[in-house]
């Protein structure tokens, strides 16, 4: 079994920046591409960022290319979401997914494992 745990979220002014990390742990060989997805209130997750396994290829959704970041350190285990000028909109619980692929893909099919979720907060 893997887990996947999220840190990093919080409270921002529009315009701030966070990190967020994900703690992959027990079978980290079940995951290979890992992705942030991201859930607002009222509307449906979806994809923000992937990585592949050996980290030589990102994919970013459309809505925040230019101020998010995805990279992993697979020494360490772990996988980051770099989030730059912040929008209100940007507002949402955030996860991270461990897929059972080498390649991540903006469908939730194939994503094996989820985090419980990190809240990031901005403001205006």
């Known amino acids: 079994q893997v887990q996947l745990v999220e840190s990093g979220g919080g409270l921002v002014q529009a315009g701030a920046s966070l990190t967020l990390s994900c703690a992959i742990s027990?079978?980290?060989?079940?995951?290979?591409?890992m992705a942030w997805f991201r859930q607002s209130a009222g509307k449906e997750r979806e994809f923000v960022s992937g990585?592949?396994?050996?980290?030589?290829?990102?994919d970013v959704a459309e809505s925040v290319k230019g101020r998010f970041f995805v990279s992993r350190d697979n020494a360490k285990n772990e996988a980051y979401l770099e989030m730059d000028i912040l929008k209100p909109e940007d507002t949402a619980v955030y996860y991270c997914?461990?897929?059972?692929?080498?390649?991540?893909?903006?469908?939730?099919?194939?994503?094996?494992?989820w985090g419980q979720g990190t809240q990031v907060t901005v403001y205006s």
């Open positions: 990585i592949s396994y050996n980290g030589g290829y990102t």
């Open positions: 997914a461990g897929h059972d692929r080498d390649y991540p893909s903006q469908s939730e099919e194939g994503y094996t494992t």
């Open positions: 027990g079978r980290t060989d079940y995951v290979s591409a």
